[in-house]
């Protein structure tokens, strides 16, 4: 593949800096907001200079133990065909169950065993065969570990690329994750990986609380995150490397700084080229040896896969128990991250909601509302159905919040059946129809 040099991730918010920032080559766009026939007059100029972008999908769940869903594969070809784009790019991580209809709303991590490894491949292969340019897969970070795993980080995404010849987006900012919440050596990963696989790099920042790394995208990269790139680094020339934020964007010169920071790792040497990933060591042999026998997905696997997934995926959003062999601690931490991405999600697609409640108020109410609530219709649906539940109990206090919230869900509910709080709020409609007839016979 082409290289692609020194990218950041294009976010409406911050799409007038973007296009001023000195030597850039490329953007990434994430896949499921941009439309084909109505691309941002940002990226089409972008694109007009030479910029290539690259559209990075969020919701596939290639991870997960149902095959991939072929009208969001569709979907992900368009925008690739319509941005021009060199590759695609999604995750290996799981994001819904099917039975129950769980919705996660965030990536969540697969676990590292044969089953898996043969339900991801098999997804990964009918993506490939959908899609019309190259996929390639980013390792996710994650704030909890399956236990009874069989492979290492390593040698899972090494087995992913020799069963599937699918390329790595390597996020560097996530194996500096993995290090703080799970233990993993990132040096380790490193040396595992099949480096002439990969197609482009990730940096992202992130904050520590308590013993935990939140890979936020909201906060600078630290030091500590440049180290593991400079590791990556001192074995391969990576194709490319992108500078993530989504949130709390900080001024122009301080992205322009961070783009600088990244080229000064690039720009260093490689120390060491380690022995070629293919060369495995005796233990590696014993391990491949091991899982022979479970090199393909099947609906066996998928079924195992399921059941252990639909567990951990009820326990983080339905507050069932903790599937045994789990850190319940770590559960808590990522079911609360969980509500709290959900939050955060709901207020930019609904961005009228904290506005009629007030900030504060909003975030405790979703809390309350999401708390043990799963999401099941993704994050529209979820706005309406959280001001619904307000309504139905005859919230906000203050009325003339819910006249604004009363005609906010109103007007997006459309053709919806009615439900408990459509039945409630139905007596407004006569009262503002027989309010018309008689403003019309007034004009009569």
Not at 90 to 103: K, M, N, Q
Not at 203 to 210: I, T
Not at 291 to 296: E, F, P
Not at 306 to 332: I, M, N
Request: net charge neutral; proline share 8%.
């Amino acid at each position: 593949m082409d290289r692609l040099g020194v990218g950041i991730g294009w976010r409406p918010e911050i799409a007038d800096a973007v296009e001023r920032l000195p030597g850039l080559d490329w953007v990434e766009v994430v896949a499921e907001n941009v439309c084909p026939g109505h691309l941002p007059e940002s990226l089409l100029r972008l694109r007009e200079r030479g910029v290539r972008v690259v559209p990075h999908g969020v919701s596939l769940g290639l991870g997960g133990a149902d095959r991939p869903d072929a009208g969001k594969l569709a979907e992900l070809g368009e925008r690739a065909v319509a941005l021009g784009a060199p590759l695609v790019t999604e995750h290996i991580a799981f994001v819904r169950t099917s039975s129950p209809v769980l919705e996660a709303g965030h990536l969540l991590p697969v676990p590292k065993t044969w089953d898996a490894l043969g339900v991801l491949c098999e997804n990964v292969r009918i993506a490939q065969d959908a899609l019309p340019v190259p996929l390639a897969l980013e390792n996710i970070a994650a704030l909890l570990s399956w236990p009874d795993e069989e492979l290492t980080e390593g040698q899972f995404l090494a087995e992913l690329v020799e069963r599937t010849g699918v390329r790595l987006l390597i996020d560097v900012a996530n194996l500096h994750t993995n290090r703080v919440n799970r233990g993993e050596d990132p040096v380790a990963v490193l040396d595992r990986l099949p480096l002439e696989a990969l197609a482009y790099v990730h940096v992202a920042g992130g904050v520590e609380r308590d013993g935990v790394w939140h890979d936020t995208h909201s906060h600078p990269v630290p030091p500590q995150i440049l180290d593991v790139l400079a590791e990556l680094r001192a074995r391969v020339d990576p194709p490319g490397v992108l500078l993530e934020r989504d949130d709390d964007f900080p001024p122009e010169a301080e992205l322009a700084g961070e783009l600088d920071a990244i080229r000064g790792v690039l720009g260093r040497s490689p120390a060491r080229r380690p022995a070629p990933a293919g060369d495995a060591s005796a233990g590696d042999r014993a391990v491949q040896g091991a899982g022979r026998a479970g090199r393909h997905g099947g609906d066996g696997a998928r079924g195992r896969v399921a059941v252990r997934q639909a567990a951990l995926l009820s326990a983080l959003v339905a507050g069932t128990p903790v599937p045994e062999g789990f850190d319940g601690r770590r559960v808590k931490v990522q079911a609360k991250a969980l509500v709290a991405k959900r939050a955060s999600v709901v207020r930019k697609v609904a961005p009228d909601l904290p506005e009629i409640l007030g900030a504060t108020a909003y975030r405790t109410a979703f809390f309350a509302y999401a708390h043990n609530r799963p999401m099941t219709g993704g994050y529209r649906r979820d706005a309406l159905d959280f001001a619904e539940h307000l309504l139905v109990q005859d919230l906000p206090a203050d009325a003339a919040a819910r006249r604004r919230l009363t005609a906010w869900w109103e007007y997006r509910a459309g053709s919806r059946p009615p439900g408990r709080a459509a039945r409630l709020l139905g007596w407004l409609r006569p009262v503002r129809r027989r309010a018309r007839e008689l403003a019309g016979g007034r004009g009569t």
